[in-house]
């Protein structure tokens, strides 16, 4: 399974690498952002560990360019910035999971693991004029294809699910991104926002539950 690893301490990616491939991965190491985005772009990987403070080209460039590109390999940041701000800046960009710096290689593992493992899901999730076609990855409204990010989707999928439950915002931080912080951050409010927006005449079918969190029912 293969790795990409972009960091530009070197002592930190030397670190990773050996740890990597002695749990089994093939890793890639780049220590620059303009190497780490041409491979990003032009080779598979199955997950990727980005820095964010990079060389050339930063770690939420490298996120965003292959979002952009259609790449829905995990991303996880690995990095000394963990304000509010900058948290949600990474999920927003697609990042899957946010370590901060220093971090312990175990619990790295872990959050890999869970990254890889991915979550099984209904191939087709239908309510009102809504339809989501989890392994193609596509939404439609009334028959037309709308587009989502890779998080709005998840997010999307997630709630139809659960339609007709309540689900809190702490449930959908973790449930969702698989992380946990102070859901008072306003990221999942962000997403939602973004969803009715998107979503149309569908979007009535999105319920905020004021005080506890979000629900989809009729």
Request: aromatic share 8%; net charge negative.
């Amino acid at each position: 399974m293969r790795v990409l690893v972009v960091e530009d301490e070197i002592g930190i990616a030397n670190f990773l690498q050996q740890g990597l491939e002695e749990e089994g991965y093939r890793v890639s190491v780049c220590n620059n952002g303009r190497e780490g985005m041409k491979l990003a772009l032009e080779e598979e990987f199955a997950i990727l560990l980005l820095d964010w403070n990079l060389p050339e080209y930063s770690g939420l460039q490298i996120c965003e360019s292959i979002r952009a590109k259609g790449i829905n390999s995990p991303v996880i940041f690995l990095t000394a910035r963990d304000t509010s701000e900058d948290i949600i800046k990474g999920l927003q960009a697609g990042a899957n999971d946010y370590i901060k710096k220093p971090f312990n290689f175990s619990e790295l593992l872990e959050r890999m693991k869970v990254q890889l493992r991915g979550k099984e899901a209904p191939k087709r999730l239908v309510l009102g004029a809504l339809e989501v076609l989890s392994a193609s990855r596509q939404t439609f409204v009334n028959g037309e294809e709308i587009h989502l990010t890779q998080k709005e989707f998840e997010l999307l999928s997630y709630l139809l699910e659960q339609k007709g439950e309540v689900c809190s915002r702490t449930k959908i931080i973790e449930d969702v991104w698989d992380i946990h912080f102070d859901y008072e951050t306003g990221v999942i409010d962000v997403y939602i926002n973004a969803l009715r927006k998107k979503l149309g005449e569908a979007a009535g079918l999105l319920k905020t539950v004021r005080g506890v969190g979000y629900m989809i029912q009729k």
